[in-house]
């Protein structure tokens, strides 16, 4: 038995960056202004700058920085909201809070990002059903990569719908060079401690375009505050960032396109390595992946996992139930045919151990587990 490595080694990223991370809290401790403090509008407009989008907004988490949006844009009953199952419970959670209704859709095998075939069919079964007004359509950026933004954008448009990217994981990511709110309404952000771009707490974001859902988002998330202080507009939520977490993120943010940098070069060795091993990750075309998680495919999962274990390697499964699977999701409509693609890879996937600080070392172990892992199966 080996020592284990880490999946996401977040206390490296956190010697790299501990004097500037310390000095930061300590200038927010003696400010004094702990919430939506002035880092946090300087972190809303780094962030927007970054990802060329006119309004930054924060928030508290990466699930209210997709509900913010959906309220701000009047999604509720009645409406469809398209979402892919194979995700994090916050991507299709949110919808019933609005009182509208998720409709699942299945996903591409190679990217698992929204496969716009299948939502073509969803948003025509619905049409067809006639009970639900094809409302909006929120595509995942999967374990940091970009799903296929100008082909949705354009059935967004086609059906007058909105588009939201739940960039959770892929803050960072680009297609053709742009972020995905080049072509969404809004693309929603969590600064999760694990995610690409993590804060030391629970913290969320999101971009949008439009002047009258910035101001609407910005409402909702102190309790729907109208014009003065304690003037209540609209039902709202509590929904703010700490200044602290703000701070933190603002170095981080400075140290994150490097850090892109240094994700792609481990995902490149972890593909020359594993080719031909079992079913490397794929980017979609034009695509940059942040990498939130590498991704890949294995038959036996459950032999395979525990042997990577005994070489000192963790491995997690990101998603081993799709959400149309759970109860509380399982009475929702999904797309004509079902979920095929979903249904497979959530019996065959396998994220390995993959961040900014891995050392190339430990992928050679990785690469060394996974090779030994199939010489033995066909020695038996
Ligand atoms: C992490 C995640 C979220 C939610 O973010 P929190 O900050 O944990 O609320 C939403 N969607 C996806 C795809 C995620 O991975």
Known sequence: MSDMMPFIDLAAQRARLKDKLDAAVMRVLDSGAFILGPEVTELEQKLAEFAGAPFGLACANGTDAIVLPLLAMGIGK????????????????????TRATPVFVDIDPDTYNMDPESLRAAIEMVKREGKLRPACIIAVDLFGQPADYPVLAEIAREHGMKLISDSAQ???????????????????????????????????????????????IKSFRVHGEGKARYEYARIGLNSRLDTIQAAILLVKLEAFPEEIELRQAAAARYATGLNGHVKTPKVIEGGLSTWAQYTVEVDDRDAFRPFLAGHGVPT?????????????????????????????????????????????????RVIAAVRDFFAAQTRT
């Open 316 to 364: 997690a499964v990101y998603y081993p139930i799709p959400l149309h699977h759970h109860e509380p999701y399982a009475g929702y409509p999904v797309t004509p045919g079902g979920l095929p693609v979903t249904d497979a890879a959530a019996q065959r996937v396998v994220s390995l151990p993959m961040h900014a600080d891995i050392l190339g070392q430990d992928q050679g």
């Open 170 to 216: 892929g803050f960072g990511c680009t297609l053709h060079g742009k972020h995905p709110i080049h072509w969404a309404d809004a693309q929603t952000i969590s600064f999760y401690p694990a995610k690409p771009l993590g804060c030391y707490g629970d913290g969320g974001a999101v971009l949008v375009k439009d002047e009258t859902v910035r101001d609407l």
């Open 78 to 97: 009645g409406d469809a909201v398209f979402a892919p199952s194979f995700t994090f419970a916050a991507t299709a959670e949110v919808v019933p809070w």
